[in-house]
């Protein structure tokens, strides 16, 4: 089906900056709990190794991603590991949770344009669940920025244009009320807007549709990197992989 550049609600500033972080949290819950993107550690130990870095610049951010689970086996193998979360919207509750219990991560108070990096975030530059929130002209400047900059970058996503991804988006308000209240950290508002006044699960509802509908395919992230200027100097992967009963569709590249 083809790509539909629809709106999700937390990309527009003037959406409540709470139930934007009770909708991160859910999503970096999820990720982390259902282990999705453990078939991308080989992924990204191969674009550390090749970029010869031991720092990750996560953009886009939100409430931390799948990084808080990937991280148990990254460290292994790179124990001097660093994860630096950053995003235009910081979730600072989320990220001052995890950095609590994980003393490899750190954090960037300041928003944070993932179409602009500053340039003493120096480390691969990952973006788990968020790189279909940008329209291709913005999606192609993330690439570009990065090779202008020599830095290593990999995007992931966990749904894709299909029947089965948008059939689970249809269901999530469903998980939704079922997770909350494992969330951490705890907030009443988040029961309250969960249970009594159930926004979170609408909004879920809606930007996971709409995720679905915009996901990059294969294809499109190829034709995006054919754009960048200099992307030649570049290695790229880009592939699909299956995780449970799902799939992760993932674009790396790293200087060659």
Same mark, same amino acid.
């Given at each position: 089906?083809?790509?539909?550049?629809?709106?999700?609600?937390?990309?527009?500033?003037?959406?409540?900056?709470?139930?934007?972080?009770?909708? =991160?949290?859910? &999503?970096?819950?999820?990720?982390?709990?259902?282990?999705?993107?453990?078939?991308?550690?080989?992924?990204?130990?191969?674009?550390?190794?090749?970029?010869? =870095?031991? =720092?990750?610049?996560?953009?886009?951010?939100?409430?931390?991603?799948?990084?808080?689970?990937?991280?148990?086996?990254?460290?292994?193998?790179?124990?001097?590991?660093?994860?630096?979360? *950053?995003?235009?919207?910081?979730?600072?509750?989320?990220?001052?949770?995890?950095?609590?219990?994980?003393?490899?991560?750190?954090?960037?108070?300041?928003?944070?344009?993932?179409?602009?990096?500053?340039?003493?975030?120096?480390?691969?530059? *990952?973006?788990?669940?968020?790189?279909?929130?940008?329209?291709?002209?913005?999606?192609?400047?993330?690439?570009?920025?990065?090779?202008?900059?020599?830095?290593?970058?990999?995007?992931?996503?966990?749904?894709?244009?299909?029947?089965?991804? &948008?059939?689970?988006?249809?269901?999530?308000?469903?998980?939704?009320?079922?997770?909350?209240?494992?969330?951490?950290?705890?907030?009443?508002?988040?029961?309250?807007?969960?249970?009594?006044?159930?926004?979170?699960?609408?909004?879920?509802?809606?930007?996971?549709?709409?995720?679905?509908?915009?996901?990059?395919?294969?294809?499109?992230?190829?034709? &995006?990197?054919?754009?960048?200027?200099?992307?030649?100097?570049?290695?790229?992967?880009?592939?699909?992989?299956?995780?449970?009963?799902?799939?992760?569709?993932?674009?790396?590249?790293?200087?060659?």
């Amino acid at each position: 089906m083809p790509r539909i550049q629809a709106f999700e609600f937390e990309d527009f500033p003037w959406f409540p900056a709470f139930i934007r972080n009770y909708m =991160t949290d859910f &999503l970096q819950f999820l990720a982390n709990a259902s282990d999705f993107f453990k078939p991308v550690v080989p992924v990204i130990e191969k674009a550390l190794a090749h970029s010869k =870095t031991n =720092t990750i610049v996560d953009l886009a951010s939100g409430g931390g991603g799948g990084l808080v689970r990937l991280s148990k086996y990254l460290v292994a193998s790179h124990p001097d590991l660093k994860i630096v979360l *950053t995003d235009f919207y910081p979730n600072l509750d989320a990220f001052r949770h995890i950095t609590e219990k994980r003393p490899c991560f750190r954090y960037v108070e300041d928003p944070v344009n993932a179409l602009a990096v500053p340039r003493d975030l120096v480390g691969l530059r *990952t973006q788990f669940l968020s790189f279909h929130h940008f329209a291709p002209i913005q999606a192609r400047q993330i690439l570009q920025n990065a090779v202008d900059n020599g830095s290593p970058i990999g995007i992931f996503e966990a749904q894709e244009r299909s029947l089965p991804s &948008l059939l689970a988006m249809f269901v999530s308000p469903i998980t939704v009320l079922i997770t909350t209240p494992f969330i951490r950290p705890f907030r009443a508002g988040r029961i309250i807007f969960t249970y009594l006044v159930p926004l979170v699960p609408l909004f879920i509802w809606w930007d996971g549709i709409v995720s679905a509908l915009r996901t990059y395919s294969v294809d499109e992230m190829q034709a &995006l990197v054919d754009g960048v200027r200099g992307q030649e100097t570049y290695a790229w992967e880009i592939k699909r992989v299956k995780s449970g009963p799902g799939v992760v569709l993932y674009l790396v590249g790293w200087k060659k």
